[in-house]
């Protein structure tokens, strides 16, 4: 039986030691712009918003036309052409530049 309390008390301060604390949720918010509401909707069905915002700066109209026709055509994202267009246009004003 003594034997056990050495392990008891090893437990115990370990679980104290660690002290888990899990990171904030904090919910990611886009730029405001026109259609700002559209494309948080249609970009955050599949995967999170981080994959927006996360992106490097400077990149241009092309790179997030590009982006949401490869959304589309690769991965099967459900967008109309026009609303695609909207997206492009709002993510190359704000994440673009
Ligand atoms: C049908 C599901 C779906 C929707 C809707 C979607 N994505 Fe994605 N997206 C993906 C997948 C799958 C990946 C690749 C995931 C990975 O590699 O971990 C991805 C990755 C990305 C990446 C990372 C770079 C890359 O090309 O892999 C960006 C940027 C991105 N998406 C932007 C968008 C934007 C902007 C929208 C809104 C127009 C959007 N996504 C909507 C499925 C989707």
């Known amino acids: 039986?003594?034997?056990?309390?050495?392990?008891?008390?090893?437990?115990?301060?370990?679980?104290?030691a660690a002290g888990y604390r899990l990171p904030d949720e904090r919910p990611i918010t886009l730029l405001p712009g026109p259609d700002v509401e559209l494309t948080a909707a249609t970009c955050?069905?599949?995967?999170?918003?981080?994959?927006?915002t996360s992106q490097p700066r400077g990149k241009g109209a092309q790179f997030w036309n590009d982006s949401v026709t490869k959304m589309v055509k690769v991965y099967g994202a459900p967008i109309e052409p026009a609303d695609a267009a909207r997206i492009a246009a709002y993510l190359a004003a704000?994440?673009?530049q």
């Open 1 to 16: 039986m003594k034997a056990l309390l050495p392990i008891a008390l090893l437990f115990a301060t370990g679980a104290a």
């Open 44 to 52: 955050s069905a599949c995967h999170s918003l981080d994959y927006v």
């Open 94 to 96: 704000t994440y673009g």
